[in-house]
C-alpha cells in the first residue's frame, strides 16, 4: 500500500520528475530510478518489474516511462490504478509527451501528482478534482475579497465622516474654547484601563471555579450517548447473526470450519477497551414513571403562542407474579389538568378513591422488562398564562454600526428547579465564534451547525434570571429565531405523586417496594 | 541516515541560470517572471547550489505575493531548503516563514490551506511547527473536506514527530472525535489512518464499535482496516479472533484490491486449511476476473508462495489454477505451468492431462504468434508429467508424436527427446510407439529430429517384422538411389553457379558456438542454418524427406542413417534365420551408404561432405563387410547401455535435487506433534508475517543495513596519503547496490590549523559524484570524518581519485596533497545466478562485446584451474559436475553471473592440458556491454596467475 515514488523517467534513463512520498536518502531513490531502465526488457507484456527491494510498476507513454516505485507487498491493484490515475494527469498537464514538454510542466506534474498520493496513500479522485484542486479557484476567497473590499469602503466612508469630524471640531476649537478638558480624558482612560484589569482578573478567577462543573457536564453527556450506542448495537447484533445463519450459511460454514480448525473466533464482538457500566437493569419488582412532556412555543415579543403539556403514569413490574395489584395515587388538585385511565382500568374505584386497578381483579397487570411499561393514566394540559410557563426567553438583537449585539436573557418561574438548561440560539454562517461579551454560565459554539449553545447547568432560586450578550457581524434579527430550549425537571405540572402499592393476593399485607420517577421534559420548547 | 529527498526535477546545466537574474525577477511585480524564477530557484536548490542571499529576497518579496502558484512554489522551496544548521538548531530567519505559513491556514482559500497542511506534514523541525499547532486544529472542523483531509494527515505527521505528543496531548481524542462525524471518505480513512499509527486501542476500538458497518465503508478504509488488524494481531496474538470475522466479511467486498488484501491478510494470520483455502479461491476468482498481466503475475506470486507452505491445499485447487492458461501471454501462461507442475498427485494427474492435451490441441487450430513456444512448454509440462507418473504416459505419447512433423523445431525436438525416454523407461509402450514411430517417420522434416528418431529407429526395432519395416522405411525416405542422376549432371554449372556464391559466403560466416556439452567448437554455418531455421523440405512428399536432407548437404544425417542401418542389419541377422535374405538387406545397405559417399564428393552437393561423416560412413561399410561378435555387441548393447545410464543419472540427479529440497521441509526434532482428534494448533501458529511490512518498507528505502562484521571492516581500509604527507587519509569503502559510501579519515599532522580543507573527488567511468565537496578547517594533530557518496550506474570498474587542497594560515596559497587511486571491484556488483542452457547459447550469439583471454597459469590440473576461475570471478558453474569428471585432458565449462544492474556476464572456460603438463586454451567473456566484459576480463587475467 506505500507508494515509495512516483517517477517520469525518459527511455534513455533520465530522471525527469520524480515526487518521494517517504522519507528516502537521494543517492537512494537516484540508484533506484537508474537501475530501472537497465531492468525493463523489451518484448514482456507485462509492466512490472520486481527486485530484492522494490517494485517498480510502469507505464510507457510514447518515449518516456511514468513509473511507481513501491514495496514489494504493495497492494498491486491499487498500485495499477494509482499509475492510470498518473497517466491520465501527465497528458493533462504536460503539452508534449517527450523530455521537454515534461521538464517544462515538471512542477505542474509535481503539484497534480500530490492531489492523488498523500503520503504514500492513494487518495480516491478523479481527474477534474484533481484540476480543480490545482486551479485552486475558490469561492469562499472571492467572498472574502468582496468583503475585505466593502471593509475598505467602509473604513473609508468612515475615514471621510472622521475627517470631517475632525474638521468642524477644529473649526470649533478655533473659536477659541480651551481647558484641561484633553487632560482629563485621558486620566479617565487610565482608570478605566485598570478597572478592565480588575475584572479580568477576576474573570478569570471566576472562570476558574465555573471549570469543574463544566467539565462534569460534557463528560456526563457522551458516556450516556456511547452507552445507548452500544447497547443498542448489541441488540442489533443478536438477531443479525441469526439472520446471517439463514441467508450466508457459506459464510458461516466457512467460520465454522475455521473454529474446528483451530482458530479461536469471537463471533459476536464487543468493543472491550473502554467499557463503561450501562444502564443498571431495574432491580425492584416495580417501576412507576410519571412524565410530562412540554410543547411550547413562545412568541418572541412575549405571550404564549401555543402551550401543551402530556402527562403519562406508566408502570412497569418485574415479575409475573407480582402482577396482582392496585395502585394508590394522589392527584394534585390542578384544576386545569383531567385524568383519563386506561380503558383496562376500574375508573369508578378512581374517581372514588384514586386508586388504579385493573377492571376485573383476577387478571394481572402484563409484566416485561422492555419499554416504558404499562400506560395506566394520561392527562393533558392545554390552558395556561405566561406564569405557568417554566421559562421565558427575551432575546434582543440590535445593529449597531458594522456588528450586531445580541442580548438574551432568561427568566424561570418559580414553579420549578430547572436542571440542564441549554437555549441554543442560530447564527448566521460564521467563520469564527462570535464574540461572548458576558454570559452567566457556559456556551459553546457548534460550527458544523452555526448555533450558539448556551447552557445553564441548574438554575433554582438563586438564578431566577440571567442573561448572555454576544456580538456578531451586521445581519438581520430574524436569523436568531426560533431559539430551542432543552430542560427537565422534578416537578410536575400534575403534582401525581404514588402513594403506596396495594397487593391484592397473598404477601401478608405488607406493601411490596416500588419505585417512582417523576420528570417533566421538553420536547419542543421554542421562542419563535 | 542522510537527509531524505522529496522531489528530483531533471535540471539541464547547459543553461545555467544565474543568481542575479532570479534575484530581479523575484523582486519585480510580473507573476509569470516570478514563477520562473522560483522554479529556477527550486531546481538550482535541488542540484545543491543554496544561494543564501536568494533566501531573504525571496522573504521579503515572495511571500506577501497572491499568486496561488507561487505560494505553491513557495511551499516546495521550502520543503527543500535546509532549515537546520550544523549542530541541528533551527535556523533564526525560518521564524520568519511561521507568519507566513500561519497566515496560510488562516487564508479563506481553502485550496491554500490544503497545500500548507499537505507542506507540514513534510517538515520535520518541532520548532517550526510548534507556532502553528493552534491553526491546523482549527483546520479540522473546516467546512471544505479537502481542508480537514489534509489538516488530519498534518496532525498524525506532527504528533508522529520526536515531541510531538508534547505539541497535541488530545489529538487522538480530538481525530476520534473527527471520525465519529466525518463523512468525507478521504478524511475518514486519514483520520483511521492517524488513530492506527498515533492510537492504535483506539482505532481498534472504533473499528470493534462498527463492526457492522465495515462491509459499507469505503475501499480505502477498508484498506487501512486490513493494515490495522495485522499490525493489532502481530502484537496481540490472542486477540486474532475477533478479526477474523471481520476480515472474512470483507472477503465479499466490491473492489478487488481489498479482496486481494483480504486474501493476503488471512494467510498472515492463520495457517488453518480453510483460511488458506479462502485465500487461495480467492486469488484463483481475481486471476480469472482480472484481465491485467501484471495483476495475474503478481497473483500466481503469491499462488506460488501458498504452495511452497500450504502444498496440500493447493492441490484441491490445480484445476482452477490451470484455466488461467486461457490467457494469451507467454509469461503467464509459464508461471502457471510451473505451479501446477508442483502439485501434479496420484489423483488429479489424469485430469491434469487431459486439460493440458486440450491445450495442445488448441495451439493446432489457432494460427497465434506465439502458438509454437506455447505448444513447445506444454509439451515440456507433460513431459515432466510422464517422468512423475509412467503411467500417463501411454495416453499422451501418441498425441505427442503427431507434433513430430511440426514446423517448430524445439517443439518436435523435446517431442522426440520425450519419446526416447519414454521407450527406454516404459517398456510396454516400445511396440505401439515404434509403430507409430515408422508410420509418421517421413512427416519429420527438420534435420535436428532426424537423426533422433533414426537412433530410436536403430536401437529399439528388435522384432523381425519391425526391423523389415524400419529398414524398409529409411529406404523409402531415401528414394531411388542413385541421389544424383547424369540428367542432373547434365546442367551442373547452373546449380553450381547458383550455389557457389552462397556457400562462399558461408564459409565466410563460420564462427564458434558453444556445443550443448560446454565444448567450444567450430560449426559450419550449413548446419547452424538447419539450427536455427528449420529446413523444411521443398516439394519433397514424392522424394522423402531423409534425400531432401541429404540434397541440401547435412552428411551428419547421412552418417546417422548409415549407422542406423548398420544396426538394423546386425540385428537382422539375429533375428532374419534365411541367410539369403540377410545379404540382400546388406547389400542394400552398402549400396546406400555407397551412393551417399559418391554424393558427397559429387558436385551436385552444395559442399563436399565432411571428414567426420566420411569416416563415420566407411566404417560401417567396413563393418558391414565384415562382421564379427564384437562389433555386434558393441553396436547392439553398449550403445543402448551407455543411453540407460545416462538416463538414470538424470534422474538421479533429479532426484537429489528434489531430497534437497525436501531436506528442508522436514520437521524439526523438537516440533509438536499434531493429534489428529485433539484440537489442531495450527490455528494457533505463530504469525510468520511479523515485521514482514515493516522490513519491506525499510528495505526499499535503503534504511535496511546489516549489521556487518567490524573485522571485516577493517580489512577494507584504504590508505589515501602517505604517512610523511601533512595530511594522513584513509578510507572505508562500503559498496552498497547503487552507491558507494566513502568515508574518510582525515588527521593533520601539522602543528598549525588548516583551513578550508576540502577532499576533492574525481572519478572514471560509470561513477558520479553526489555531492559538492564542502571545506572544512582541521586544528592541530586532530583528525575529523569527511563522508562521500558515490553513485553507480552499470557494473565496470570505477577509479576514484583526487586530492585533498588546504591552506595554512602563514603561507597564503594552496597545498595540494595527491590521494591514492580507489578502485571499485565489480565483482561487487555481479552475483552468481543461473540461466538455462539455451538462454545462455541465444545470449551468446546475441551478445557483442567478447574478450578473450589465453590461459596462462601455473595451476596443472584442469578442475582446480576451473574451480580457482569460478572462486576469483564469483560466478556460476553451469556445466554439472558429472560433465566435467574423467581425466582426458580436456575440459570446456560455462560460466554465468548477474549484475545488480541486471546485466549478464557469460564466460566459457576452454582448456587443454598439454603434454609437458601446462593447461592452454582461452576463457572467452561475453557481455551486453563493453564495461563488463573488459572489467572482468582485466580480473581474470590478474587472478588466472595462481592461487593467490
Same mark, same amino acid.
Given at each position: 500500500? !506505500? ?5 517520469? !523517467? ?224 448489541? !441488540? ?42 450501562? !444502564? ?249 | ?36 524564477? @522560483? ?134 481524542? @480530538? ?357 536455427? /531455421?528449420?529446413?523444411?523440405? $521443398? ?124 531436506? /528442508? ?26 515485521? $514482514? ?118 603561507? @597564503? ?59 576469483? /570471478? ?75
Amino acid at each position: 500500500m !506505500v507508494v515509495l515514488a512516483a517517477s517520469i !523517467v525518459s527511455k534513455s534513463g533520465k530522471v525527469l520528475v520524480s515526487r518521494q512520498y517517504v522519507d528516502m536518502s537521494r543517492i537512494r531513490i537516484e540508484g533506484l530510478l537508474a537501475a530501472f531502465p537497465k531492468l525493463v526488457g523489451m518484448g514482456k507484456q507485462h509492466t512490472y518489474i520486481e527486485t530484492d527491494n522494490v517494485r517498480y510498476v510502469y507505464q510507457p507513454i510514447e518515449a518516456l516511462f511514468l513509473l511507481l516505485v513501491t514495496t514489494k507487498q504493495s497492494n498491486i491493484l491499487e498500485d495499477l490504478d494509482t499509475l492510470r490515475m498518473l497517466s491520465k494527469l501527465v497528458p493533462e498537464y504536460s503539452m508534449s509527451l517527450d523530455e521537454d514538454g515534461i521538464g517544462r510542466a515538471a512542477f505542474e506534474l509535481i503539484f497534480a501528482f500530490d492531489e492523488v498520493i498523500s503520503l504514500g496513500h492513494k487518495e480516491s479522485v478523479t481527474v477534474a478534482q484533481v484540476k480543480q484542486y490545482c486551479e485552486m479557484e475558490s469561492h469562499e476567497e472571492k467572498l472574502h475579497k468582496l468583503v475585505m473590499q466593502s471593509k475598505i469602503n467602509d473604513t473609508k466612508d468612515v475615514m471621510k465622516r472622521k475627517a470631517n469630524e475632525i474638521d468642524k471640531s477644529k473649526i470649533e476649537k478655533t473659536r477659541g474654547e480651551k481647558g484641561g478638558f484633553s487632560s482629563m480624558s485621558s486620566m479617565g482612560s487610565r482608570l478605566d484601563s485598570s478597572f478592565s484589569d480588575m475584572s479580568i482578573s477576576h474573570g478569570s478567577g471566576g472562570g476558574f471555579g465555573s471549570g469543574p462543573s463544566f467539565g462534569m457536564l460534557s463528560d456526563v453527556e457522551p458516556i450516556n450517548t456511547k452507552a445507548k450506542d452500544r447497547s443498542r448495537s448489541s !441488540v442489533t447484533a443478536a438477531p443479525k447473526s441469526s439472520g446471517m445463519k439463514l441467508g450466508k450459511s457459506g459464510k458461516n460454514q466457512l467460520m465454522e470450519s475455521l473454529k474446528a480448525e483451530g482458530e479461536d473466533i469471537i463471533e459476536d464482538v464487543k468493543p472491550t477497551g473502554q467499557t463503561r457500566a450501562a !444502564v443498571a437493569a431495574p432491580t425492584d419488582p416495580f417501576t412507576l414513571t410519571v412524565e410530562e412532556k412540554l410543547n411550547v412555543a413562545l412568541r418572541r415579543d412575549g405571550g404564549i403562542s401555543s402551550f401543551d403539556m402530556q402527562g403519562t403514569l406508566s408502570l412497569q413490574i418485574l415479575n409475573q407474579e407480582d402482577g396482582f395489584v392496585q395502585v394508590q395515587i394522589e392527584t394534585g388538585g390542578n384544576p386545569d389538568i383531567l385524568f383519563k385511565t386506561h380503558p383496562n382500568i376500574n375508573r369508578e374505584l378512581f374517581n372514588s378513591e384514586s386508586i388504579l386497578g385493573l377492571k376485573r381483579p383476577d387478571q394481572p397487570f402484563p409484566t416485561g422488562q422492555g419499554g416504558d411499561g404499562v400506560g395506566l393514566l394520561r392527562w393533558r394540559m392545554q390552558r395556561a398564562d405566561e406564569s405557568m410557563v417554566p421559562l421565558t426567553i427575551n432575546c434582543w438583537p440590535s445593529v449597531s454600526g458594522n456588528e450586531t449585539y445580541v442580548s438574551i436573557e432568561y427568566e424561570a418561574s418559580s414553579m420549578f428547579d430547572l436542571t440542564n438548561v441549554i437555549i441554543s440560539v442560530p447564527l448566521p454562517a460564521l467563520r469564527d465564534a462570535p464574540i461572548v461579551k458576558q454570559c452567566d454560565g457556559d456556551w459553546r459554539y457548534d460550527s458544523r451547525n452555526s448555533v450558539v449553545e448556551w447552557s445553564i447547568l441548574l438554575i433554582d432560586n438563586s438564578n431566577r434570571s440571567g442573561s448572555m450578550e454576544f456580538v456578531v457581524p451586521p445581519v438581520d434579527s430574524s436569523v436568531f429565531f426560533p431559539i430551542s430550549v432543552q430542560f427537565a425537571a422534578t416537578t410536575t405540572y400534575s403534582g401525581l405523586k404514588v402513594n403506596g402499592m396495594i397487593p391484592l393476593r397473598g404477601g401478608g399485607g405488607a406493601t411490596p417496594r416500588f419505585v417512582q420517577r417523576t420528570q417533566l421534559i421538553t420536547q419542543n420548547y421554542q421562542v419563535v | 541516515m542522510d537527509k531524505s529527498s522529496t522531489l528530483l526535477v531533471h535540471y539541464d546545466k547547459g543553461t545555467p541560470a544565474v543568481a542575479k537574474e532570479i534575484k530581479e525577477a523575484l523582486e519585480g511585480n510580473d507573476v509569470e517572471a516570478k514563477v520562473d524564477a @522560483m522554479k529556477k530557484a527550486v531546481m538550482l536548490l535541488l542540484n545543491g547550489e543554496t544561494i543564501p542571499q536568494l533566501f531573504i529576497t525571496i522573504i521579503r518579496y515572495v511571500l506577501p505575493s497572491e499568486d496561488h502558484t507561487i505560494q505553491k512554489l513557495l511551499l516546495l522551496y521550502l520543503e527543500l531548503i535546509e532549515k537546520t544548521d550544523s549542530k541541528g538548531k533551527v535556523l533564526p530567519e525560518m521564524i520568519l516563514i511561521c507568519q507566513n505559513l500561519r497566515n496560510n491556514l488562516m487564508h479563506p482559500n481553502e485550496y491554500i490551506r490544503g497545500v500548507t497542511l499537505r507542506f507540514l506534514c513534510r517538515l520535520k523541525e518541532t520548532e517550526i511547527v510548534e507556532p502553528l499547532t493552534p491553526s491546523v486544529l482549527q483546520n479540522l472542523e473546516h467546512r471544505h473536506p479537502f481542508v480537514r483531509r489534509n489538516a488530519i494527515l498534518a496532525v498524525m505527521s506532527i504528533y508522529k514527530l520526536p515531541n510531538g505528543e508534547q505539541l497535541f496531548v488530545d489529538a487522538p481524542e @480530538m481525530i476520534e472525535k473527527a471520525l465519529s462525524t466525518e463523512q468525507d471518505p478521504s478524511a475518514k480513512r486519514n483520520a483511521f489512518l492517524m488513530l492506527f499509527t498515533c492510537a492504535e486501542e483506539r482505532a481498534v476500538y472504533y473499528l470493534l464499535s462498527n463492526v457492522d458497518k465495515v462491509s459499507d465503508w469505503n475501499e480505502s478504509l477498508q484498506m487501512v482496516v486490513l493494515e490495522l488488524i495485522r499490525s493489532v494481531c502481530k502484537t496481540k496474538p490472542a486477540e486474532k479472533g475477533k478479526y477474523i470475522k471481520i476480515i472474512i466479511s470483507l472477503l465479499s467486498a466490491t473492489s478487488s484490491a481489498v479482496i486481494y488484501e483480504c486474501a493476503g491478510t488471512l494467510v498472515s494470520l492463520s495457517s488453518a486449511p480453510t483460511a488458506i483455502r479462502a485465500a487461495a479461491n480467492t486469488y484463483c476468482q481475481l486471476l480469472l476476473s482480472q484481465s491485467d498481466n501484471n495483476v495475474k503475475l503478481i497473483l500466481l506470486d503469491r499462488l506460488s508462495e501458498l504452495k511452497s507452505s500450504h502444498r496440500d491445499i493447493m492441490v484441491e485447487l490445480i484445476i482452477d489454477v490451470l484455466r488461467v492458461l486461457s490467457s494469451p501471454n507467454l509469461d503467464i501462461r509459464r508461471k502457471t505451468l510451473d505451479i501446477a507442475l508442483d502439485l501434479i498427485t496420484h489423483h488429479n494427474i489424469n485430469e491434469v492431462v487431459q486439460m493440458l492435451k486440450k491445450e495442445v490441441v488448441k495451439t493446432q487450430s489457432g494460427e497465434l504468434e506465439k502458438n509454437g513456444e506455447y505448444r513447445q512448454m506444454l509439451i515440456q509440462a507433460i513431459h515432466a508429467c510422464a517422468v512423475k507418473f509412467p503411467e500417463v504416459a501411454s495416453t499422451v505419447v501418441h498425441l505427442l508424436m503427431d507434433f513430430l512433423g511440426d514446423s517448430n523445431v524445439a517443439s518436435a525436438l523435446d517431442v522426440i527427446s520425450f519419446v526416447r525416454e519414454i521407450i527406454e523407461t516404459n517398456p510396454k509402450l516400445r511396440v505401439s510407439i515404434i509403430t507409430r514411430l515408422l508410420d509418421t517417420f517421413y512427416q519429420i522434416r527438420a534435420g535436428k529430429v532426424c537423426p533422433c528418431a533414426l537412433w530410436i529407429i536403430g536401437e529399439y526395432c528388435l522384432s523381425l517384422s519391425e526391423v523389415e519395416n524400419g529398414i524398409s522405411t529409411i529406404k523409402q525416405c531415401l528414394g531411388e538411389l542413385p541421389f544424383y542422376s547424369v540428367s542432373e549432371e547434365s546442367a551442373p554449372t547452373e546449380t553450381s553457379k547458383k550455389i557457389q556464391p552462397t556457400s562462399s559466403a558461408m564459409v565466410s560466416s563460420r564462427k564458434p558456438v558453444i556445443l550443448a556439452d560446454g565444448t567450444y567448437a567450430t560449426q559450419s554455418a550449413a548446419s547452424e542454418t538447419t539450427f536455427s /531455421t528449420p529446413t523444411v523440405v $521443398q516439394g519433397a512428399l514424392t522424394s522423402g524427406n531423409l534425400r531432401a536432407l541429404l540434397l541440401t548437404g547435412d552428411f551428419f544425417l547421412g552418417a546417422v542413417v548409415a549407422c542406423t542401418l548398420t544396426k538394423l542389419v546386425l540385428r537382422l541377422e539375429e533375428v532374419q534365420s534365411s541367410k539369403t535374405e540377410v545379404n540382400k538387406t546388406v547389400t542394400q545397405a552398402l549400396l546406400i551408404m555407397v551412393s551417399m559417399l559418391q554424393l558427397g564428393q559429387s558436385p551436385a552437393s552444395p559442399h563436399p561432405i565432411d571428414n567426420d561423416s566420411y569416416e563415420r560412413i566407411v566404417l560401417c561399410i567396413k563393418l558391414l563387410c565384415h562382421r564379427n561378435d564384437e562389433m555386434k555387441k558393441i553396436w547392439l548393447e553398449s550403445c543402448r547401455q551407455s543411453f540407460v545410464k545416462m538416463i538414470s543419472e538424470k534422474q538421479l540427479r533429479e532426484m537429489e535435487e528434489l531430497k534437497a529440497k525436501t531436506q /528442508t521441509t522436514h520437521a524439526q526434532p523438537d516440533d509438536l506433534i499434531d493429534f489428529f482428534h485433539l484440537k489442531s494448533r495450527k490455528g494457533m501458529s505463530q504469525l510468520e508475517l511479523e515485521d $514482514q511490512v515493516q522490513d519491506d518498507l525499510k528495505r526499499a528505502t535503503g534504511e535496511f543495513t546489516k549489521d556487518e562484521n567490524d573485522a571485516n571492516k577493517l580489512n577494507r581500509i584504504l590508505q589515501l596519503t602517505g604517512f610523511s604527507d601533512p595530511v594522513y587519509a584513509e578510507a572505508y569503502v562500503t559498496v552498497h547496490h547503487y552507491d558507494i559510501a566513502l568515508e574518510v579519515t582525515v588527521i593533520n599532522r601539522t602543528k598549525e590549523t588548516l583551513q578550508n580543507l576540502c577532499l576533492e573527488l574525481a572519478t572514471m567511468g560509470d561513477l558520479k559524484l553526489v555531492e559538492r565537496p564542502q571545506n572544512y578547517s582541521l586544528a592541530p594533530a586532530t583528525s575529523m570524518q569527511i563522508k562521500a557518496n558515490i553513485k553507480v550506474s552499470s557494473t565496470e570498474t570505477g577509479v576514484i581519485f583526487g586530492n585533498i587542497v588546504y591552506e595554512t594560515s602563514n603561507v @597564503m596559497e594552496r597545498n595540494v596533497v595527491v590521494l591514492n587511486d580507489i578502485h571499485i571491484d565489480i565483482m561487487d556488483y555481479i552475483s552468481p545466478a543461473v540461466c538455462s542452457d539455451v538462454a545462455f547459447r541465444t545470449m551468446w550469439a546475441e551478445f557483442e562485446w567478447e574478450n578473450k583471454v589465453a590461459v596462462n597459469t601455473k595451476i596443472e590440473n584442469e578442475r582446480e584451474f576451473l574451480d580457482h576461475i569460478i572462486k576469483s /570471478t564469483n560466478m556460476k558453474c553451469l556445466t554439472g559436475p558429472s560433465e566435467l569428471e574423467g581425466e582426458c585432458g580436456f575440459l570446456a565449462a560455462n560460466l554465468y553471473a548477474k549484475s545488480v544492474f541486471g546485466e549478464d556476464a557469460l564466460v566459457n572456460v576452454s582448456i587443454e592440458k598439454q603434454t609437458d603438463g601446462a593447461l592452454s586454451g582461452y576463457i572467452r567473456i561475453r557481455s551486453k556491454t563493453q564495461g563488463i566484459a573488459l572489467s572482468l576480463g582485466d580480473k581474470i587475467t590478474l587472478k588466472q596467475k595462481g592461487s593467490s
